[in-house]
């Protein structure tokens, strides 16, 4: 059967980032059609839904791609915005991080090593701060 499925999808797209979004957004939609009983979110959620299948069985490779690239193109803010923000929270939990009080670059120091000077890789402000 596997051997089947990967016999259909040669030469397809596939998914990638903007239809796994518009899949998502599709159930987000339609659990909302759930809660308010609003037929119009369930239609909708079913064109993105449809429209994300689409792509992902679509034979023209270059027209999805340029897609994707616009998509991830002007989400890139929220993206490492949302990475920065979920590395902070979960992630490197032996780091501290603070704003350079000149430039405003992050910077990345190790926890628990008490008052520590930092330079600014970018600026070269020096300031004293608490890990």
């Given amino acids: 059967m596997r051997e089947k499925w990967e016999e259909w999808m040669k030469g397809r797209y596939g998914a990638d980032a903007f ?3 518009l899949a998502r957004f599709a159930v987000v939609l339609a659990l909302i059609a759930l809660i308010f009983h609003r037929q119009i979110f369930s239609a909708i959620a079913l064109a993105f839904l449809v429209y994300s299948l689409f792509r992902i069985f679509s034979r023209n490779l270059s027209q999805r791609a340029l897609e994707n690239r616009r998509y991830l193109l002007k989400t890139q803010g929220l993206r490492n915005g949302f990475q920065k923000y979920k590395r902070r929270l979960f992630g490197e939990k032996g780091y501290k991080y603070f704003p350079c009080e000149n430039c405003g670059r992050e910077l990345r ?4 090593k008490g008052k520590i000077k930092i330079r600014c890789p970018k600026c070269k402000h020096e300031m004293i701060k608490r890990t």
């Avoid at 120091?109 to 628990?112: A, D, L, Q, R, S």
């Fill in 19 to 21: 239809s796994n979004f």
């Fill in 109 to 112: 120091v190790p926890k628990h």
